[in-house]
């Protein structure tokens, strides 16, 4: 049976329509999106030994002994050769956009690399996001990563991007409003009321570590749509200890990976959705990591719309996580 929901901090509405996951589907998956060509590896300008094929290195993560733009990085951060914004300062549309390269080798799923290598992706994010805290100029920052053709990638080695902006979005406006408007009210953070048993019966929760609790959201837009939400409910992502990153970076791989068990190889996006750096914790809004499955195009509905049909229900989805998740 349907059911219309609408989440509490997004604003965004979802039919919830697990018939539509019995249709016939036509457009079969190309499996050969996931298998590296010999072309795709020697083409590959984010591989070690090309770092002269990209913009010099703004940081990196690397062996003691080896220098900046050249070999021996683990992860490496470029600004990107086409920006969304203008990177001239003074422009009315200023802004910054990096692309961070998450491994030397030509690797097409961010679910293969080692718990190490996280650990490297998540300091180099940090890294990031405080190295333009004090600029005048912007007010947001987002880490966002596109992987695959459903997930918008248009290369395959896996990255992620850096995009810092004065431009603070509308749907982000709507979910510090929808935050500042409960903590009034309720005296409490409303993402605090993700984790726990609502009147109807719902809860978001799927595992808790020592720092992150995990959720699937009331009105998910995507199936197997994921939250991470610090349970210390952190305002700033650049705040995070050594700690918290070191939990995030092993509960995201365990994520990506137990998804890819359920799923199969499929595309993905995943974002860290920061508020602007003026927010204060008295506003009630937390940073989170969310990750978005993508086993399907976006169609003519949600795009004249801005609402979302989804097959499966979070409850389902939050089931299915707990039994791949457990020790």
């Known amino acids: 049976m349907s059911e219309i929901r609408t989440d509490p901090l997004t604003g965004f509405t979802t039919i919830f329509a697990p018939e539509r996951a019995r249709r016939p589907i036509k457009i ?3 499996a050969s999106q996931y298998v590296a060509t010999q072309e795709q590896i020697d083409s590959d300008p984010f591989a070690e030994g090309k770092e002269a094929e990209t913009t010099p290195e703004l940081f990196a993560i690397r062996s003691s002994a080896t220098t900046a733009n050249q070999p021996g990085w683990n992860v490496r951060v470029v600004a990107n050769k086409y920006p969304a914004l203008s990177p001239v300062s003074g422009s009315d ?9 998450e491994c030397p080798e030509f690797e097409t799923r961010v679910s293969r690399l ?5 650990q490297y992706i998540f300091q180099a994010y940090r890294q990031r996001v405080a190295a333009h805290r004090d600029d005048p100029h912007t007010h947001y920052a987002l880490i966002f990563k596109n992987q ?11 990255h992620s991007q850096l995009l810092v902006s004065h431009l603070i979005p509308q749907a982000l406006q709507q979910e510090l409003q929808a935050a500042r408007t409960h903590q009034s009210e ?3 953070s409303l993402f605090k009321t993700f984790t726990r048993d609502s009147t109807d019966g719902f809860s978001g929760r799927v595992m808790s570590t020592e720092y992150f609790d995990i959720i699937c959201p009331y009105a ?8 991470v939400i610090p349970r210390s409910l952190k305002t700033h992502f650049d705040h995070s200890s050594d700690q918290e990153l070191d939990d995030l970076s092993c509960i995201t791989r365990r994520l990506l990976c137990s998804l890819e ?13 920061m508020p602007p750096y003026e ?9 989170s990591l969310r990750i978005y499955p993508r086993l399907a195009h976006l169609a003519g509905f949600e795009i004249a719309s801005n609402a979302f049909i989804n097959p499966v229900y979070p409850e389902q989805a939050i089931e299915q996580l707990r039994r791949q998740l457990s020790p």
């Open 186 to 188: 309720q005296g409490c």
């Open 114 to 118: 080692n718990q190490r290598q996280f």
């Open 261 to 273: 068990s359920l799923l199969g190889r499929h595309d993905l996006n995943y974002v860290i959705q």
């Open 220 to 227: 998910s837009r995507f199936a197997y749509e994921t939250w």
């Open 148 to 158: 695959g053709i459903l997930g918008g990638a248009s290369l395959g080695h896996v």
């Open 93 to 101: 549309h200023y802004g910054v956009h990096e692309v961070i390269v």
């Open 279 to 287: 927010t204060s914790e008295q506003d009630g809004y937390a940073w």
């Open 28 to 30: 079969l998956e190309d």
